[in-house]
């Protein structure tokens, strides 16, 4: 189980975390991640303009578990539907037992009443390790295209 | 040819079977389903409450023929486009000679006057299995995003 | 080096093209053609009606870094970020030494004002040689579904 992990599984780890957001499995999510950890929202200007500042920042499970409750108590008026595509994964760097991923995205979102829009798109920045039995994030960057966020919290990306 | 199928070769299915509907090949679209089979479209809040009824539901080729021949013809008036998109498909099981196997994708719908919209956000639940030669759906459950489906009929999907 | 490519070679190849274009790397674009080579926009339109009209025609790696520049002068006073969204790729032929591969794609576009948009789908239509020591486009081919164009000389597609 040690040693180098494969673009193929850091992808397959992508791909299990979005759909677990996408059928609303909130409790897992922490548990996708090392602790502690590094889960921060940021903006595409942002990073361009070396801005340090992120729209959020975890760097342990507890504080996870904790956005976890409190997406669960703001969605309970809000039932939206969530919708994570992804675009094919680039390896970044693959050094030692950590690998460097970087994936496009679009999230669209459908309201109960039928509407569909489409919510963010971006990309996420990951470095994947194997912990504990199986692959996690160490660190993830996720980049959103869009520089106005005020109704992002309501779900994890 | 007999045996496991891998998830790439259910990849591949599933791929092929967009790109033949994209291109507009709907009489090649029944041949991509064993015979019987189940073709079910149903949505995402009616899977959630565990509601059964679909809002289409075919069990055999003839049965899917027939819905080419209704699109065809409803098609002849309004000839728009689509392009799906695929997220990178999950296995669920792969138990003796079935795997099954879900994939998000996007539908987005182009007028002829070039007006683009997102059409419709969902998943494919697949059983794939081998079957005369090639891999082909023994179930197809496509899950919608929206619950208002009133222009779905257009195409199959 | 030489011989076959594969379809995860074409499809890599592919991709590290969009994430290119998206991160505004366009000095880097025309690298990824060989010189000569065939870069094509047309409509799907045109494609089905056999028009021989391209919207944009460029067969020499010159003409693609008189495009960049040209595209660098429209941009600067409208920074609009794009992101590329793509689905599975499927082979058309493998020949020689030559891979034929198609791809759909959609294209997000997001202002400076945060608003996003669905900007343009399609496909790329590619023939994929391996050049110095590199894979890169011998043709591309870019069928976009809208027919309507006028702002779709922002960027490379």
């Not at 496009?104 to 798109?121: A, K, Q």
């Amino acid at each position: 189980m040690a040693g180098m992990i494969t673009a193929d599984e850091a992808r397959a780890l992508q791909r299990d975390y979005v759909y677990a957001i996408d059928d609303g499995k909130l409790a897992e999510w922490p548990t996708y991640f090392t602790d502690p950890c590094l889960y921060k929202i940021t903006t595409r200007e942002n990073l361009r303009q070396g801005y340090p500042l992120s729209i959020m920042l975890c760097d342990n499970q507890a504080m996870l578990f904790d956005r976890v409750e409190a997406t669960e108590k703001a969605n309970i008026y809000e039932p939206h539907m969530y919708r994570h595509i992804l675009s094919d994964a680039q390896v970044i760097k693959a050094e030692g037992e950590v690998i460097s991923v970087r994936t496009s995205f679009i999230c669209v979102r459908t309201m109960l009443d039928g509407s569909m829009s489409l919510f963010v798109s971006g990309e996420y920045l990951d470095e994947v390790v194997r912990d504990k039995g199986r692959c996690r994030f160490r660190s993830k960057t996720v980049v959103l295209d869009p520089s106005r966020i005020d109704t992002l919290i309501a779900i994890p990306l």
